[in-house]
């Protein structure tokens, strides 16, 4: 693995994020002298997560980190109940019921479906969601603005254009681009929306491929043979869970793989620009920091994201039959040879 000199893109023109090295990536704020000594008294978390994939499971390391440096230490004076829903709506609504029922400081829902289920549990228990893509759309928060309910959190929406730059720097002639996506996820099917309005005014054609299941991604991926010029993955949980078998389609399509997921590019994509998960399960951290504190959650504004990193992997370029471009190269945080 060679690690380039990082850099960040920060969210703004689409020109700077994929043409130069924007500021040093912004660190994770360092705990207040008084963030460890207002961690007084044993407090309970509850988690649960849609699935357990890495971008996931970063989330919520970063959430407890945060909650360490902060003076909240599991075993010591914080409890933390963490129950996945094995990728199941159906069981992600018995957890969010038990959650509710043992009445924690404060529930952390981490990805779209679990916090839907959450928030329709509870009015009451501080909710905290995290990658969640579009809060509003998803019918959590009424706005982005701070809520006024008992719901807040840090969602990890990428700007699409940027994203689409990064597709034209790999492909230049690029006119078909595949997404395979679960129907049943709303974060998967926004970004569906919003890819085919803005690459329709590109001449770019978008050909969707459903995935209801895990296992059904790979039939999904191969569908797209003989269409696509390249394939884009979002934080979609079904795809994102079973990416070895789009790697696995790539590779026999001759077709890049381009993720928005950063933990991707070890699992087979070309390359990724998205927001980094630990960085952000930190910031979901510290809203639940300033929860166990006496903040109400409906008093703190739903946030994004202020950077995206860019992963390229060379090894995975040269499986799916595509060169990395220098200029991407030079401005990526990180290369995996």
């Given at each position: 693995?060679n690690?380039?000199?990082?850099?960040?893109?920060?969210?703004?023109?689409?020109?700077?994020?994929?043409?130069?090295?924007?500021?040093?990536?912004?660190?994770?704020?360092?705990?207040?002298a008084?963030?460890?000594?207002?961690?007084?008294?044993?407090?309970?978390?509850?988690?649960t997560?849609?699935?357990?994939?890495?971008?996931l499971?970063?989330?919520?390391?970063?959430?407890?980190?945060?909650?360490?440096?902060?003076?909240?230490?599991?075993?010591?004076?914080l409890?933390?109940d963490?129950?996945?829903?094995?990728?199941?709506?159906?069981?992600?609504?018995?957890?969010?019921k038990?959650?509710a029922?043992?009445?924690?400081?404060?529930?952390?829902?981490?990805a779209?479906?679990?916090?839907?289920?959450?928030?329709?549990?509870?009015?009451?228990?501080?909710?905290?969601?995290?990658?969640?893509?579009?809060?509003?759309?998803?019918?959590?928060?009424?706005?982005?603005?701070?809520?006024?309910?008992?719901?807040?959190?840090?969602?990890d929406?990428?700007?699409?254009?940027?994203?689409?730059?990064?597709?034209?720097?790999?492909?230049?002639?690029?006119?078909?681009?595949?997404y395979?996506?679960?129907?049943?996820?709303?974060?998967?099917?926004?970004?569906?929306d919003?890819?085919?309005?803005?690459?329709?005014?590109?001449?770019?054609?978008?050909?969707?491929?459903?995935?209801?299941?895990?296992?059904?991604?790979?039939?999904?991926?191969?569908?797209?043979?003989?269409?696509?010029?390249?394939?884009?993955?979002?934080?979609?949980?079904?795809?994102?869970?079973?990416?070895?078998?789009?790697?696995?389609?790539a590779?026999?399509?001759?077709?890049?793989?381009?993720?928005?997921?950063?933990?991707?590019?070890?699992?087979?994509?070309?390359?990724?620009?998205?927001?980094?998960?630990?960085?952000?399960?930190?910031?979901?951290?510290?809203?639940?920091?300033?929860?166990?504190?006496?903040?109400?959650?409906?008093?703190?504004?739903?946030?994004?994201?202020?950077t995206?990193?860019?992963?390229?992997?060379?090894?995975?370029?040269?499986?799916?039959?595509?060169?990395?471009?220098?200029?991407?190269?030079?401005?990526?945080?990180?290369?995996?040879?």
């Amino acid at each position: 693995m060679n690690h380039q000199p990082a850099k960040k893109y920060v969210l703004g023109t689409v020109a700077a994020l994929l043409l130069a090295a924007c500021s040093p990536a912004e660190q994770a704020a360092a705990p207040a002298a008084s963030g460890t000594s207002t961690a007084a008294g044993n407090k309970k978390i509850a988690i649960t997560a849609i699935v357990e994939h890495p971008a996931l499971d970063a989330v919520r390391k970063g959430v407890i980190d945060e909650l360490k440096s902060k003076g909240y230490e599991e075993g010591k004076n914080l409890t933390v109940d963490f129950q996945s829903a094995q990728g199941s709506t159906a069981n992600a609504a018995q957890i969010a019921k038990k959650f509710a029922g043992s009445n924690p400081d404060v529930i952390v829902a981490i990805a779209t479906p679990s916090a839907q289920s959450v928030v329709a549990a509870t009015k009451t228990i501080p909710v905290v969601y995290a990658g969640v893509t579009d809060p509003v759309a998803a019918k959590l928060v009424p706005g982005w603005e701070a809520s006024n309910t008992n719901v807040t959190g840090v969602s990890d929406e990428l700007p699409l254009e940027p994203q689409i730059d990064l597709m034209k720097k790999l492909v230049p002639a690029v006119k078909n681009v595949g997404y395979v996506y679960s129907p049943g996820e709303v974060n998967s099917t926004i970004v569906l929306d919003q890819l085919k309005a803005k690459l329709s005014s590109q001449g770019i054609n978008v050909v969707a491929a459903p995935a209801q299941r895990s296992s059904d991604v790979l039939t999904a991926a191969r569908s797209l043979n003989g269409k696509v010029d390249l394939i884009y993955t979002s934080l979609d949980n079904n795809v994102v869970s079973s990416y070895e078998s789009m790697y696995k389609a790539a590779v026999e399509m001759k077709k890049p793989l381009v993720a928005s997921d950063t933990d991707s590019v070890k699992r087979g994509a070309v390359a990724a620009l998205g927001v980094n998960y630990y960085d952000l399960g930190k910031k979901t951290g510290d809203v639940v920091f300033q929860i166990l504190n006496g903040k109400k959650a409906g008093e703190i504004p739903s946030a994004r994201m202020e950077t995206l990193d860019l992963f390229l992997s060379k090894k995975n370029a040269a499986a799916e039959g595509i060169a990395l471009p220098e200029e991407l190269l030079k401005q990526a945080k990180e290369v995996q040879e």
